[in-house]
């Protein structure tokens, strides 16, 4: 199937851990995005890569580290986590970077205890 | 500051009770308004884009509708499987600083009962 997917679907960890999110898709767009959406189900950007190369870089905490090793993959990696990384993490892709429809994978409930 | 507000935040419908959702907006230059649904436990899924004032968008019991200042989503003879949570989103000006980048309201949660 063509889809967006994302590994794992729960996680859940302790404090001052590193853990990593996966996320592939095979639709061929150029583009991936990284959203947090919290408990009041905000959805909010984090990152966005344009064929491999970082293009959107909001104000996050800089022990979240997106790395894509091809415009196929989009990788989040999480150092020393804190109790208010806890959130469902979106990853998402779009033709191009200004394509009008974004794809979203199902999500990666992150709880950190 | 660009800002997404939608209303009401839950609507509970009798099925055939036809409603409106609302998505109010202030953006630097529009380039783009966005329905998503979400449904429980899953990644929001695309609706439509809208991208001037006076445009409408048609899907199955869906409708949505543009003006300069904000969106409506019509439910028109809503079934329980229309049951979701409808976010809206803008995309501004597309210049180097905002890229794709779209911001999201906080959603309305829809429940439609038999």
């Known amino acids: 199937d063509t889809a967006v997917s994302q590994t794992p679907k729960y996680l859940v960890t302790q404090m001052g851990n590193d853990k990593s999110i996966k996320c592939e898709q095979n639709l061929g767009h150029d583009t991936m995005y990284w959203y947090k959406q919290d408990s009041k189900k905000f959805l909010k950007i984090m990152f966005s890569?344009?064929?491999?190369?970082?293009?959107i870089n909001e104000t996050v905490p800089n022990r979240f580290s997106p790395k894509s090793p091809d415009k196929a993959h989009l990788n989040l990696h999480i150092n020393s986590l804190e109790l208010g990384d806890s959130a469902v993490y979106f990853c998402?892709?779009?033709?191009?970077?200004?394509?009008?429809?974004?794809?979203f994978g199902p999500g990666t409930r992150l709880t950190v205890t | 500051e660009d800002q997404v507000t939608q209303s009401p935040e839950a609507l509970r419908l009798q099925e055939g009770e036809s409603s409106s959702l609302n998505c109010s907006y202030t953006v630097s230059g529009l380039r783009g308004l966005f329905w998503y649904r979400q449904d429980p436990g899953k990644g929001p899924e695309f609706l439509f884009t809208l991208y001037s004032a006076g445009e409408e968008k048609e899907k199955e019991r869906l409708k949505a509708t543009l003006t300069k200042k904000e969106s409506f989503l019509h439910i028109t003879a809503p079934k329980p499987e229309d049951s979701a949570t409808y976010l809206c989103a803008v995309r501004p000006s597309l210049t180097t600083d905002s890229w794709g980048k779209l911001q999201f309201g906080a959603g309305t949660q829809v429940v439609v009962t038999p």
């Open positions: 890569y344009n064929n491999k190369e970082l293009i």
């Open positions: 998402a892709s779009s033709h191009n970077a200004g394509g009008p429809e974004q794809y």
